[in-house]
Nanobody, 116 residues
């Protein structure tokens, strides 16, 4: 599975961004897709995930109410709509695909910078 993330950028606090991640290859094996982020000097952390069937979503507490993860199965794409962005949301955001067999794949990352 290949993942291509896009949509990062520079935004002021309180602004919004929408990240996209398009999957190709063995997309029929995808069980869930999600987003992680890694801020400078910190470990990569989970942000949100959505199952490919059932549309079940999961969020880390720090983004609940501000972030929405969604998917378009026909386009094999997952989105991360981020609103009310804060400087602490600044990070490189990575999408991840989890396959039914247990394998995981990562995209190349897209950078989000939120200025105060």
């Amino acid at each position: 599975v290949q993942l291509q993330a896009s949509g990062g950028g520079f935004v002021q606090a309180g602004g919004s961004l929408r990240l996209s991640c398009a999957a190709s290859g063995r997309t029929f094996s995808i069980r869930a897709m999600g987003w992680f982020r890694q801020a400078p000097g910190k470990e990569r952390e989970f942000v949100a995930r959505i199952t490919w069937s059932g549309n079940i979503t999961y969020y880390t507490d720090s983004v609940k109410g501000r972030v929405t993860v969604s998917r378009d199965n026909a386009k094999n794409t997952v989105y991360l709509q981020m609103n009310s962005l804060k400087p602490e949301d600044t990070a490189v955001y990575y999408c991840q695909a989890q396959l039914r067999g247990g394998d995981s794949y990562w995209g190349q990352g897209t950078e989000v910078t939120v200025s105060s």
